[in-house]
């Protein structure tokens, strides 16, 4: 299955077939900070879902914020988990996603809106405890 609506993907992406016969899908992504696209959560964990050889796309170069982004948001096109569980037990608050500051406040957040109670709790988080400006 090939996305439609992505323009920011030089070569497009491919998600699995299976995608198309799910009922309910429950999300579960982690709260911290990340080196390349700042923090990652329920927008940025929907990356997993392109095939390996298509995240070699991702930028890590000139202009990659912008273009980082974009792609972000495009891979959430394809599908839209049901609810997030996400996991904020233990956070990076520095570099990320697999080095840094590490600190524990122990929080999991449940939701069915990706952005306004996930994503946004999550970074206003991620902000209390000395991370992002």
């Keep these: ?4 609506g992505t323009y920011s993907w030089a070569y497009g992406f491919e998600v699995p077939e299976f995608l198309e016969s799910i009922d309910y899908l429950i999300a579960l992504p982690v709260i911290k900070t990340h080196w390349n696209a700042t923090f990652t959560m329920g927008l940025k964990s929907q990356i997993s879902i392109t095939a390996d050889w298509d995240r070699r796309q991702l930028p890590h170069g000139q202009n990659w914020d ?14 839209r988990p049901d609810f997030y569980i996400s996991d904020a037990t233990k956070c990076f608050v520095t570099d990320g996603p697999s080095i840094g500051t590490l600190r524990e406040p122990d929080i999991v957040l449940a939701s069915s809106d990706v952005i306004a109670k996930n994503d946004v709790v999550g970074l206003a988080l991620l902000k209390t405890l000395g991370t992002v400006p």
Excluded: T
């Design 1 to 4: 299955m090939e996305p439609k």
């Design 66 to 79: 912008m273009l980082f982004g974009n792609m972000i948001a495009e891979s959430n096109l394809v599908y």
